[in-house]
């Protein structure tokens, strides 16, 4: 079993900042890629930005430059500093690993929760 805590979501104006955080814990083996998404009410889950091993970065196009992923592995943990927020970024955002398991071989996709975000006008 592989469980992932999403943390740093909220209400924020529009122009601040927020810092969201994903842990991973559990029979762990490896993990190759972490990442964010993002789902609006009504709309499709998107990718925000992902991370391979150390320092392999992938970000939409619409928040390159205004968020930054980084990964601590040691700890299993994924970040995501978004600045600049705009209002059409409330959404819920969504923390997945790609994970191979200690009683497996095969790798898995793990999903969180979800943490929401608001950006107020």
């Known amino acids: 079993q592989v469980q992932l805590v999403e943390s740093g979501g909220g209400l924020v104006q529009a122009g601040g900042s927020l810092r969201l955080s994903c842990a991973a814990s559990?029979?762990?083996?490896?993990?190759?890629?972490m990442g964010w998404y993002r789902q609006a009410p009504g709309k499709q889950r998107d990718l925000v930005a992902d991370?391979?091993?150390?320092?392999?970065?992938n970000y939409a196009d619409s928040v390159k430059g205004r968020f930054t992923i980084s990964r601590d592995n040691a700890n299993n943990t994924v970040y995501l500093q978004m600045n600049s927020l705009k209002p059409e970024e409330t959404s819920l955002y969504y923390c997945?690993?790609?994970?191979?398991?200690?009683?497996?071989?095969?790798?898995?996709?793990?999903w969180g929760q979800g943490t929401e975000v608001t950006v107020s006008a």
């Open positions: 997945y690993v790609r994970v191979l398991p200690l009683v497996s071989y095969k790798y898995l996709e793990v």
């Open positions: 559990g029979s762990i083996r490896s993990i190759s890629s």
């Open positions: 991370i391979r091993g150390s320092r392999s970065t």
